[in-house]
């Protein structure tokens, strides 16, 4: 009999997850409530997580790199963090007025984060993209905002394009031209490019995932951070920091802490409330997070900008915020998940080169790990760290392939397996495993010719 194919046994191991997929897509359109978590052929359906750990429907038990979008750098449930949400559930989750613990909570994320001289909380890293743009179109009066190309930023309008070929349309429909047309989508690490852009002082804010495009697939030149200052304060243009993920994670004050440059504004998630639901912030400097200020009523009226939200710092993310915040502020976490993410990333490339298979696997100098399969022009002339290579193609088939088949091996990665986000909480055996099971995808791989 032949040996089954690795769909074949992605279904047959997966079969509670297959029925609710099947039953789901008659409520829910695409049978997943983000775009992301669509896979190939169906998505797994999660119980519980622990740790570095996850379980599915069908009790499989995995070692989980996904991590909730890259915010947990602390792993799931930590005990702190939970008994911080448990002890407020009794005393209350939404107040419809400040909460005692808003100032403890603010008071620590301005500490850890260089331009984090004023807080504004939000609800979803998505929410602090948009009043970040709308701050910095209202600050400068000026309307257009640079972004760079493959660069995330969540689902506001004017950030769909720029992420996906072609860079200047939508990945959305229902966006109206209008919304992006002031959007320009920039190469990233070309200053000559990026002053011409500039030159006009008609630029708002120029954007940027701080360690580069999707964490760091395609990454920032180290020099290209000061460089993105200089011209940006020459010409007028705010510079603006994406570090919905690399906030408390890259290091305890993010991509801008460990690079030591400051932008004007940027916008927080995930971590910020230790991963509870409603996980966002923008912050910046005094003098333009001022333009949320209430005045003279011809200012609130004609120029303030405002920002409302049922939800925002209420008392529950506060509380685990805080909880959270206090675990990673002294750095240990940051640095033992670097170092996970390095043993990991020397055995999956070990992996690879063992089998002679083309490729690299890199992590932008902190804890998210990519993989790159297939050869590079820059091979030779690269540190193996930062990947600057903006042409190199990740096949989505290949990704599914890798996806399905660590899955299957008990390793959960998103579902392209291409990425992979490491905790503090990933033990050695974990890290043993994982590089294994990498080991075991690739020859599954090259036996049914998906890689040669
Ligand atoms: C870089 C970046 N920006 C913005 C967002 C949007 O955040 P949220 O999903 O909280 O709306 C994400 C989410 O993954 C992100 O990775």
Redesign the pocket.
């Known amino acids: 009999m032949a040996k089954p194919t690795t769909e074949e046994q992605y279904a047959a191991k997966f079969s509670g997850s297959k029925a609710l997929f099947e039953n789901a897509e008659e409520i829910i359109p695409r049978g997943v409530p983000h775009d992301a978590w669509q896979a190939s052929p169906f998505p797994l359906f999660m119980t519980r997580a622990k740790g570095s750990r996850i379980w599915d429907v069908d009790g499989n038990e995995f070692i989980d790199y996904f991590g909730g979008?890259?915010g947990k750098i602390l792993g799931h449930a930590h005990p702190v963090v939970v008994n911080a949400a448990k002890e407020q559930l009794d005393k209350g989750i939404q107040f419809g007025s400040c909460c005692d613990l808003m100032l403890e909570w603010a008071g620590i994320i301005q500490k850890l984060v260089p331009a984090a001289e004023r807080i504004e909380f939000t609800n979803?890293?998505?929410?602090?993209?948009m009043l970040g743009v709308r701050l910095a179109r209202a600050y400068t009066g000026r309307k257009k905002i640079i972004r760079f190309q493959y660069h995330?930023?969540?689902?506001y309008d004017a950030v769909t394009v720029g992420y996906k070929k072609p860079f200047n349309v939508s990945v959305s429909g229902g966006v109206l031209p209008s919304a992006v047309e002031d959007t320009a989508v920039l190469p990233m690490n070309e200053e000559a490019i990026l002053e011409e852009a500039l030159k006009n002082r008609d630029v708002a804010a120029v954007m940027v995932?701080a360690a580069g495009a999707s964490?760091g697939v395609v990454g920032i030149k180290p020099s290209f951070y000061q460089t993105m200052r200089d011209l940006t304060a020459r010409y007028g243009t705010l510079l603006f920091f994406?570090e919905?993920?690399t906030g408390f994670r890259y290091s305890p004050g993010g991509v801008q802490a460990a690079v030591g440059v400051t932008p004007d504004l940027t916008?927080l998630?995930?971590g910020i409330t230790g991963n509870m639901p409603g996980?966002?912030a923008i912050v910046g400097k005094k003098n333009i997070m001022e333009m949320f200020l209430f005045k003279d009523e011809n200012w609130n009226r004609y120029k303030r900008v405002s920002h409302f939200g049922t939800f925002n710092a209420n008392p529950l993310c506060a509380a685990t915020g805080i909880a959270y915040l206090k675990i990673i502020a002294d750095g240990q976490p940051t640095q033992d998940a670097n170092r996970n993410a390095r043993k990991l990333r020397d055995g999956m490339q070990r992996k690879l080169d063992e089998r002679e298979i083309p490729g690299c696997v890199y992590d932008s100098n902190f804890s998210v790990i990519h993989v790159y399969l297939g050869e590079c022009h820059l091979q030779g002339q690269c540190d193996r760290v930062v990947c600057v290579n903006a042409e190199k193609e990740r096949p989505s088939g290949i990704g599914e392939a890798l996806y399905q088949n660590l899955a299957l091996n008990g390793i959960k990665s998103p579902t392209r397996g291409f990425d992979l986000f490491v905790s503090a909480v990933h033990c050695q055996e974990d890290l043993e495993k994982t590089i294994w099971a990498f080991g075991k995808s690739l020859e599954t791989m090259v036996e049914e010719k998906i890689l040669s």
């Open positions: 979008h890259g979803s890293g998505t929410e602090a993209v995330f930023a969540g689902g995932e964490s994406d919905i993920v916008s998630g995930k996980a966002g």
